[in-house]
């Protein structure tokens, strides 16, 4: 039972651009969400999160967006750049428990 | 400290041996965890430590795995008589902890790469 979906498997977008990621979660219990940046062989890297009380949040280039009742967040990116290029994690937890639970990651590809 | 720090970072073994990974957290961060993450897919959680306590353990983590984090510090993930389908990238993660809403953030290391061959 996969709670967590990326249903994007990769995603090429334009360098200066907007990119969009996106997550489905089906457990209504997930309360904070997470999204990580990886580069292949090493690990996974913090980038933002939100917690289910707000609808939004931003930290320069990247704002993490929840919609609570379509169980849906996004990330976006703005402007796009070449380093950005890497596999996207959406991650949710149950504060609390501080167990997280992935999606399958998209790939993330900008173009110069 | 810039991190979480894991070691080997790479590790070939043949099947039916034995091998142990070890994390060192942030120095601060009472909370450790052990995730698995294979080809394609998303970390897995496998168990993880409030201090010296292991409080959870996964499905995936079978006897022939175990965890210790024995003061509280460092953390060692052995895995014994190795199959091929424990080949994986251990990730350790730690976080800082104080009260329901903190340590949500949780910071990984870069990872363990296990091939069985």
């Known amino acids: 039972d996969q709670q967590v979906k990326q249903n994007s498997p990769s995603l090429s977008v334009q360098e200066g651009r907007i990119s969009i990621l996106n997550c489905d979660y089906t457990n209504s219990m997930f309360d904070y969400f997470l999204w990580y940046k990886k580069y292949p062989a090493e690990g996974p890297t913090f980038l933002i999160s939100i917690s289910s009380i707000k609808d939004k949040n931003e930290d320069g280039r990247f704002t993490v967006f929840l919609n609570k009742s379509a169980k849906h967040l996004s990330l976006h990116i703005v402007p796009s750049q070449p380093g950005d290029s890497a596999v996207y994690f959406c991650a949710a937890m149950i504060q609390g428990a501080q167990k997280l639970v992935f999606g399958q990651g998209t790939r993330l590809t900008i173009n110069p | ?117």
């Open chain 2, 1 to 117: 400290d810039t991190g979480v720090s894991q070691d080997p970072r790479h590790k070939i073994t043949k099947r039916g041996q034995n091998v142990t990974f070890r994390c060192d957290p942030i120095s601060e961060h009472n909370r450790l965890y052990w995730y698995r993450q294979t080809l394609g897919q998303g970390p897995e959680f496998l168990t993880y430590f409030q201090n010296e306590a292991q409080l959870e353990k996964s499905r995936l983590l079978s006897d022939r795995f175990s965890a210790e984090r024995p003061k509280g510090s460092f953390s060692t993930l052995e895995i014994q008589r190795t199959e091929q389908g424990d080949s994986a990238m251990y990730l350790c993660a730690s976080s800082l902890v104080r009260d329901y809403y903190s340590g949500n953030t949780i910071y990984f290391g870069e990872g363990s790469w296990l091939t069985v061959v």
